[in-house]
Structure formats: structure tokens, C-alpha cells
């Protein structure tokens, strides 16, 4: 059972413009969610977060979106940078006893290549 | 900065072997968190500790077992190896309460053969 679901395995993009990854998720008690990059054989490493309480977080290049009432997320990329090329990782978590955050029910991943 | 820090980066173990694998949670992080990440797949939650305690646990096999140290390092144990236990296994530590933002070591990878 994915409880996080990343549906596009890949996405590939012009440099300089948008990237848009998303994730939908089925399980109401999560609360909080966040976005990791990951190369190969590395450790994920953390982009940006967002609370249940908000619908909005920015960060640099880089924002998320949730729309709790739908149950998607979505992280934009601007400008998107050969840099940017790597695996991202949609992750969720129910900290239901306060120490549970990092707890986290990760998506399938999405592969992005940011075209020169 | 000083980030997670996990050893070994390699390991091949035998059939029926056991493995032990160390992390170093980054100053004054005393929640840790390891996860283990098969071949296609995504990361999946083994097991957390805070304050020494365990805190959470998730899909770890009976025949695994961890525990966090007093300087709040955290040890994974692994006995019986299997072949289905090859994987790249992460360890994650925050700082209290604040799970927000967690972070990852660059992961050991453990072979078995």
C-alpha cells in the first residue's frame, strides 16, 4: 500500500525554466511533508518542508504547494539548473506522539534531468 | 557543518552472516532514525530512537536489532543475513521536536552474498 505516491517516474526540462514535481498522498493523518534530492548511492538530502497548516513555502528557486483538501503537493523549481538533475523524493509524516516526525513514508521518487 | 556520519560506507557480508553498521548523528541531534533502501526502491523507515529510547519502530525484521549509545550514536545489528537484506541502509538524526528537518547520512551499503 503506497501511502505516497510520485506518478511520473521521470521529467526532463530546459534549463531556465520551470521544473514541476508532484506527489499525492492517501493517508489524512500526515501533517507535515517534505522534499529531498538524491544522487546515486548518496543520502538524500533535504530541500524544503511544509506544514499541514500551511499551503505555501518558499525557499530560494525552490516552492512547495499543498493542497491538503486534494491530498497533492507539488514542488517548483525556478529557474531550473543542470545542477538540479537528480532523484527527488516526496516524504511524509504523521507525528502523532510528537516524536514521530521523522517517521517518514517516502514517494517512488521522480527522476529529473535539466537539459543545458 | 558537521553532518551524519556513517560507517562503514561498504560492507559485504555472507549468507547467514552478521553486520553491524555505526552513526554518527550530528551534534546535539539525539533523535536517530534509520532507514533502508533496496535496489528500485524507495527509502523505508527500520526503526528511530530519542533520547536513547526507542520512539518508533516500522518494517525491521526480528532479526535485526539497534540501539542508541549515551553520546547518541546509533548501532544497527544484523544477524542471519540474507541475500534480500543487500541494500543501501541511512541513518537520519533531528534535533528534538523538530523533525522538520531531517537529515540524512550518505548511507552504507551493505552486500550480501
Known amino acids: 500500500d503506497q501511502q505516497v505516491k510520485q506518478n511520473s517516474p521521470s521529467l526532463s526540462v530546459q534549463e531556465g525554466r520551470i521544473s514541476i514535481l508532484n506527489c499525492d498522498y492517501t493517508n489524512s493523518m500526515f501533517d507535515y511533508f517534505l522534499w529531498y534530492k538524491k544522487y546515486p548511492a548518496e543520502g538524500p538530502t533535504f530541500l524544503i518542508s511544509i506544514s499541514s497548516i500551511k499551503d505555501k513555502n518558499e525557499d530560494g528557486r525552490f516552492t512547495v504547494f499543498l493542497n491538503k483538501s486534494a491530498k497533492h503537493l507539488s514542488l517548483h523549481i525556478v529557474p531550473s539548473q543542470p545542477g538540479d538533475s537528480a532523484v527527488y523524493f516526496c516524504a511524509a509524516s504523521d507525528n502523532a506522539g510528537g516524536t514521530s516526525y521523522g517517521k517518514l513514508t517516502f514517494g517512488q521518487g521522480t527522476i529529473l534531468t535539466v537539459h543545458p | ?113
Open chain 2, 1 to 113: 557543518a558537521a553532518g551524519v556520519i556513517q560507517s562503514p560506507r561498504h560492507l559485504i557480508k555472507e549468507k547467514r552472516e552478521t553486520a553491524t553498521l555505526k552513526c554518527y548523528p550530528i551534534p546535539r541531534h539525539d533523535t536517530v532514525y534509520w532507514y533502508q533502501q533496496g535496489p528500485g526502491q524507495d527509502p523505508q523507515f527500520l526503526i528511530s530512537f530519542y533520547e536513547k529510547m526507542q520512539s518508533d519502530k516500522g518494517s525491521i525484521p526480528d532479526r535485526f536489532s539497534a540501539q542508541q549509545f549515551s553520546d547518541y550514536h546509533s548501532e544497527l545489528n544484523m544477524s542471519s543475513l540474507e541475500l534480500g537484506d543487500s541494500a543501501l541502509y541511512f541513518c537520519a538524526s533531528s534535533l528534538p521536536h523538530q523533525g522538520n528537518t531531517i537529515y540524512f547520512g550518505e548511507g552504507s551499503w551493505l552486500t550480501v552474498v
